[in-house]
């Protein structure tokens, strides 16, 4: 075993680590930001650079999207809080697009480390582009990791939360490549007559017994 330091890495299913740190909207305490509320925290290996830009503007432009959906965005890097305000400035300026949201500023790799955002193969020193969608029990509901080079796809962002906030209002599954409107899994039978009552069901879109889907 080499002595890296062994980091925490929350999983699905985990309580959202709570921490405090300084952000662009002022200090914050993490589970005060998140009750009643869904979080997406999303880390970015540095301020001004391009990738991180294109993909915090789209953030950013998606704004209306994520509070129609009772969700908050909350951004982090390893730099400065002079840095995350210089580089909100100059996207503003220049593309009139407002990072607005908040962006810790983790100079000392505080949350970085807790959240298991930096992954030493890629980099020793910048966050990777992790992704943590949180609801508003503070439980840790889906992880993406992207390497540094590689930016998210903000519509698979979007799907996923409107995909979950839809597996628990409707208490279903969802299929590959679901998409609002699309059907959902019905939950297979889970005894005999349960399987019985299942193959003479002819309401909904069957394969068989165990892959049914209904309209939802
Ligand atoms: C970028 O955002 O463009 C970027 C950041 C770190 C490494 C590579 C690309």
């Given at each position: 075993?080499d002595?890296?330091?062994?980091?925490?890495?929350?999983?699905i299913?985990?309580?959202?680590?709570?921490?405090k740190?300084?952000?662009?909207?002022?200090?914050?305490?993490?589970?005060?930001?998140?009750?009643?509320?869904?979080?997406i925290?999303?880390?970015?290996?540095?301020?001004?650079t391009?990738?991180?830009?294109?993909?915090?503007?789209?953030?950013?432009?998606?704004?209306?999207?994520?509070?129609?959906?009772?969700?908050?965005?909350?951004?982090l890097?390893?730099?400065?809080?002079?840095?995350?305000l210089?580089?909100?400035?100059?996207?503003?300026?220049?593309?009139?697009?407002?990072?607005?949201?908040?962006?810790?500023a983790?100079?000392?790799?505080?949350?970085?480390?807790?959240?298991?955002?930096?992954?030493?193969?890629?980099?020793?020193?910048?966050?990777?582009?992790?992704?943590f969608?949180?609801?508003?029990?503070?439980?840790?509901?889906?992880?993406?990791?992207?390497?540094?080079?590689?930016g998210?796809?903000?519509?698979?962002?979007?799907?996923?939360?409107?995909?979950?906030?839809?597996?628990?209002?409707?208490?279903?599954?969802?299929?590959?490549?679901?998409?609002?409107?699309?059907?959902?899994?019905?939950?297979?039978?889970?005894?005999?007559?349960?399987?019985?009552?299942?193959?003479?069901?002819?309401?909904?879109?069957?394969?068989?017994?165990?892959?049914?889907?209904?309209?939802?």
């Amino acid at each position: 075993m080499d002595n890296q330091v062994l980091q925490a890495m929350p999983r699905i299913g985990d309580k959202a680590p709570d921490f405090k740190a300084l952000t662009t909207t002022g200090p914050m305490t993490f589970s005060e930001f998140n009750k009643g509320s869904w979080v997406i925290m999303f880390s970015h290996p540095a301020d001004f650079t391009p990738v991180c830009t294109t993909e915090l503007s789209a953030f950013a432009m998606d704004k209306k999207f994520y509070q129609e959906r009772n969700t908050k965005l909350i951004g982090l890097s390893i730099d400065s809080i002079h840095s995350h305000l210089a580089w909100v400035n100059n996207v503003r300026e220049k593309t009139d697009v407002y990072m607005d949201f908040p962006i810790i500023a983790d100079l000392d790799m505080k949350v970085a480390h807790l959240y298991g955002m930096l992954h030493p193969g890629e980099s020793e020193t910048a966050a990777v582009r992790a992704v943590f969608v949180i609801d508003p029990k503070g439980v840790i509901r889906l992880i993406l990791y992207y390497p540094l080079n590689i930016g998210r796809n903000m519509e698979e962002i979007k799907r996923i939360l409107i995909a979950l906030q839809t597996a628990d209002e409707k208490k279903v599954a969802l299929p590959v490549n679901w998409k609002p409107g699309d059907k959902a899994i019905v939950p297979p039978p889970k005894t005999l007559v349960e399987m019985d009552e299942r193959i003479a069901n002819t309401e909904y879109e069957k394969v068989d017994f165990y892959l049914s889907k209904k309209a939802i």
